[in-house]
């Protein structure tokens, strides 16, 4: 009993099975042992793993280099009694710090969420009485019945099944429920094919059995992909990296200067209070207070828009990192597809047709395969004639079914088997009315689908004095062997010809398609019952109908978007490897042509030779959690920025692995939500290409706030630096320096987020997430506009002071407005940063206009207004001071745009690079490989 847990149960017989877990396959245990088990194997719930309570996750948000930055300058401030301005650097922080903190509340409760997917009843016996006892309390060894509707509460060996059927979707990726049975299986059988096994968490949907629990808790599937969800990595997005080495030089570059600054004052003779105070200004001047308010800020715009684009997004980094998104690996069913049987082809009487339309909508045509794009209309009743057996197909499909096709204000759904479902809605395209049709044709009696024979039979009364009649449907080997002949076209009997039939079966299996056999009989009139033996010879062929989830329309479209954009698509599935290559070749995904790798054949791989194999390979099939896991982290190693799709329990290690997990809002568990950074609220595919789309735009956006904040930060640096140096007066006091970063960072730099997205933006590469921040044409940009703002507003303040006879409170408000001014016109060129704003519309971002206003407008009151005098240290200017600092600022914005058109082509070029491909075996996001910027 100790080394049971290691077993495994589906290459064991239900003997061995029931020996080795010490029960009574038909007397169960009893309740002394039960306790007994309880206290040895403990309850039958996932255990929760402790993470950071909550102070701790809080302190956490703090830890950023740039964060200290501003804290330190935040406390300098507060020792020089600078209270002002020592509170808005720290609500600059803790603003964000809040932010950060809500988030990460949201985040990483995949454990909770899988805790609660195996909480529910269960029946069992124990000491030869049948319980209804609560799944917590269930221990291996126990005897549990299922019957359709219950959910599995622990992992069962089956010893007796009757029809049992288990919709494994959320598992195992099965698109449709797995027929079980009792035989043995080798022991190398994947997950997805032990069909003598019932997970805990799947659903029966039809059939009874008799299982033996062989684990529980922890120990079950569900608890091994919940250590698997604890292991994966936790990855940085290309944002997060690239700004946390941004930061660590920023902070380096700034202690240097400041320290240099002060040595060469002490050095020439200055105060040491005085140069003291200086070298504080230099590094304030030099901090961006406002850029992680502007991140957190453009990222949440970003947030917004994706949301009306069905695209939920949980964890704010995760909208850059869709914009940097090499691949795109994404589940089949649901995703890709319908997620809804729909039969496609049908044969019968020597011709094959056509169904159009998709999914449970009864909306489309059937036609003859020859008459296809000929504009044939839709079918009805009357259409039939010298298409008799089509009819019968159609009629067979409809009697000999269980379930019903039902219409709500949601949509059309299927009450019963999705197969069935489909068998429904063609004949409804087909013209038939199903209710009318089982009114006419009652049902008597059936023969159930039962595992060992494949096949279903019902009877039904035609009408007084009237034969009665048996329609059948099953596997095309069950219904041709019971068959003496084929209906024809025109509704006679003909020879039946296996040969020509297998040959039909073929080309439709070999397009992925799931194939159903329809056949007929005529009993005496007044026989009250069907059985086995009834059907076993004698039935009349009607026909075939093959059916599939198909792709969404709408998918096809975006994985052409995507590839266009440089962005790989592989489909990694649970589902068969046929299926799964018929639909990837229908999606036109690249490198479908080559075959499905499936489940078994990865596991023979090593990790080194997994990465060659998943970069070349598009479609994955039969796969395990752990290998979409080992699939996952193969791709990064490779150098690829992964996104990974997904809905299933499965799912969801290789969701928190990927750098941003997309789960699934209509159809998908609880568990991948959790795990997942992003949630579609439609379940498509397409609102992946337009969140990559709009993640593109964010980090456009977000560079552009960059590129115009730096110079402000760069050029007040840069005039301290010289004011230190040529052993002049401050022209900017810290407290003017910290009014313009603060104000101006949210007044216009914060407006470039509501910018629109560029034409062309889904055209280009995605961006290489190894590549710094900014381009080094960027940073010669930068470095431009710093020395700009620096010849304006250090020789504004000269000007003022040598030539004026300014005072030192007018030369310096000056010399401020002089910046604020200039990043004002710069704003406009950083709308666009190869474009010209002229071509993108002047007025085709309202906020930036009203934002750069409303600085103008704060700018005269910092200078023309008392209490702003008193607190700032500023004094009133003239109207030729104005003028002065006015015509710079225009001058600053043709230059800048001379130098956009100079350099914009090869500018776009060098900001777009495609994602070069490492090596195997080189380490993914290596830190070193990340530029300085």
């Not at 063609?426 to 006419?440: H, M, N, Q, Y």
């Not at 099953?474 to 040959?503: F, M, N």
């Not at 099939?621 to 329990?649: C, F, I, Y």
Request: hydrophobic letters at 50%.
């Amino acid at each position: 009993m100790d080394t049971w847990k290691e077993q495994l149960w589906h290459g064991l017989t239900a003997e061995q099975v029931v020996r080795l877990t010490g029960t009574h396959a038909q007397q169960g245990i009893e309740e002394d042992e039960v306790v007994r088990r309880q206290a040895k194997y403990g309850r039958n719930v996932l255990t929760a793993r402790r993470g950071h309570g909550f102070l701790i996750r809080f302190l956490l948000q703090f830890h950023q280099p740039l964060v200290y930055i501003l804290l330190a300058a935040s406390v300098v401030t507060l020792a020089l009694e600078e209270f002002v301005d020592a509170a808005v650097i720290f609500g600059v922080v803790l603003v964000n710090a809040v932010i950060g903190f809500l988030q990460e509340a949201k985040a990483l409760k995949a454990i909770e969420a899988l805790a609660q997917t195996l909480v529910t009843e269960a029946t069992v016996i124990r000491g030869g009485r049948k319980l209804r006892v609560n799944s917590v309390g269930i221990v291996p060894g126990d005897i549990v019945l299922l019957q359709s509707g219950d959910k599995t509460p622990a992992d069962l060996r089956l010893l007796r099944c009757r029809d049992l059927q288990v919709a494994e979707a959320a598992l195992t990726g099965e698109s449709v429920p797995v027929q079980k049975d009792l035989a043995v299986l080798a022991l190398d059988v994947p997950l997805v094919d032990r069909k003598n096994m019932a997970y805990g968490s799947t659903l029966v949907t039809y059939g009874q059995a008799t299982g033996v629990v062989v684990a529980t808790g922890d120990h079950t599937e569900v608890g091994r992909i919940s250590r698997l969800i604890a292991t994966a990595d936790d990855i940085q997005t290309p944002l997060t990296r690239r700004l946390a080495r941004f930061s660590k030089v920023l902070l380096v570059i700034i202690l240097a200067l400041a320290a240099v600054n002060f040595l060469v004052g002490v050095a020439r003779g200055q105060s040491v209070v005085e140069i003291f105070m200086a070298s504080v200004a230099l590094a304030v001047a030099a901090i961006p207070e406002g850029l992680p308010a502007a991140i957190t800020i453009t990222l949440a715009i970003g947030v917004s828009r994706m949301a009306r684009r069905r695209a939920i997004i949980r964890k704010l980094p995760a909208v850059e990192t869709l914009g940097s998104t090499t691949v795109i690996c994404s589940d089949k069913t649901g995703t890709l597809t319908e997620n809804q049987m729909t039969v496609t082809t049908l044969a019968a009487g020597g011709e094959r047709y056509a169904a159009t339309g998709v999914g449970y909508r009864p909306e489309g045509v059937i036609q003859a395969a020859s008459e296809v794009g000929a504009g044939a209309s839709h079918l009805s009743v009357g259409d039939f004639h010298g298409r008799v057996a089509l009819l019968e197909a159609l009629r067979a499909g409809v009697l000999c079914n269980d379930s019903q096709l039902l219409h709500d204000p949601a949509g059309w759904t299927i009450q019963g088997d999705p197969t069935e479902g489909a068998l429904l809605v063609v004949a409804v395209k087909g013209g038939l009315d199903a209710p009318v049709l089982r009114e006419e044709l009652p049902r008597v009696d059936s023969v159930p689908f039962e595992s060992e024979h494949h096949y279903m039979a019902t009877l039904h009364d035609q009408g007084a004095e009237r034969p009665r009649l048996v329609y059948a449907k099953g596997s095309v080997e069950a219904i041709l062997q019971r068959c003496a002949a084929a209906l024809d076209a025109t509704g006679h009997t003909q020879p039946l010809s296996p040969e020509a039939v297998q040959t039909q079966v073929a080309d439709l299996a070999a397009r992925g398609l799931r194939v159903l056999a329809f056949a007929r009989k005529e009993l005496p009139a007044g026989t009250a019952a069907v059985g086995h033996a009834d059907v076993a010879a004698g039935l009349t062929f009607l026909g075939l109908q093959a059916m599939i989830d198909p792709p969404r329309p709408e998918a096809v479209t975006a994985v052409r978007a995507c590839q266009s954009a440089g962005i790989r698509v592989k489909m990694i599935t649970g589902d068969h490897a046929l299926t799964a290559a018929a639909i990837a070749s229908q999606l036109g995904l690249d490198g479908s042509d080559q075959p499905a790798l499936t489940g078994q054949a990865l596991a023979q791989y090593t990790d080194e030779e997994l990465v060659d194999a998943a970069d070349a390979t598009a479609v994955f099939a039969r796969v395990a959690p752990e290998q979409k896991l080992r699939l996952v982290r193969a791709l990064q190693t490779r150098g690829h920025v992964v996104a990974m799709t997904g809905d299933g329990v499965n799912d969801a290690p290789a969701l928190k692995q990927a750098d941003i997990g997309v789960a699934m809002g209509k159809g998908g568990t609880d568990v991948a939500r959790e795990a997942a950074d992003m949630v579609l609220t439609d379940d498509n595919f397409a609102s992946i290409e337009a969140a990559v789309e709009e993640g593109r735009g964010v980090f456009d956006n977000l560079t552009k706030f960059i590129v115009w904040t730096l110079p402000t930060n760069v050029g007040e640096g840069l005039v301290i630096m010289a004011a230190v140096l040529l052993g002049t007066a401050l022209p900017i006091a810290p407290v003017q320096i910290l009014w313009i970063n603060m104000m101006t960072a949210i007044t216009l730099g914060l407006m470039l987020a509501f910018e629109p997205k560029e034409p062309g933006i889904m055209q280009r590469p995605p961006r290489d997430a190894r590549t710094p921040i900014l381009s080094d044409k960027l940073l010669k940009r930068v470095g431009f506009v710093s020395l700009l703002l620096l010849l304006g507003s250090f020789g504004l303040f000269n000007w003022m002071v040598r030539f004026r006879g300014a005072s030192l409170a007018e030369a310096q408000s000056v010399a401020a407005s002089m910046i604020v001014v200039g990043e004002v016109f710069y704003l406009f060129n950083c709308r666009s940063l190869t474009q010209s704003v002229l071509r993108l519309g002047l007025l085709s971002n309202k906020p930036a206009i009203a934002g750069a206003l409303g600085m103008l407008a704060l700018q005269a009151l910092f200078v023309h207004t008392a209490p702003m005098n008193r607190l700032f240290q500023t004094a009133p200017i003239g109207w030729d001071a104005w003028l002065a600092v006015f015509a710079w600022g225009l001058a600053l914005y043709v230059l800048v745009e001379i130098e956009k058109f100079l350099v914009g082509h090869t500018l776009q070029g060098e900001m777009f690079q495609p994602t070069p491909r490492r090596t195997a075996g080189t380490v993914p996001h290596d830190s070193t490989g990340v530029s300085a910027v």
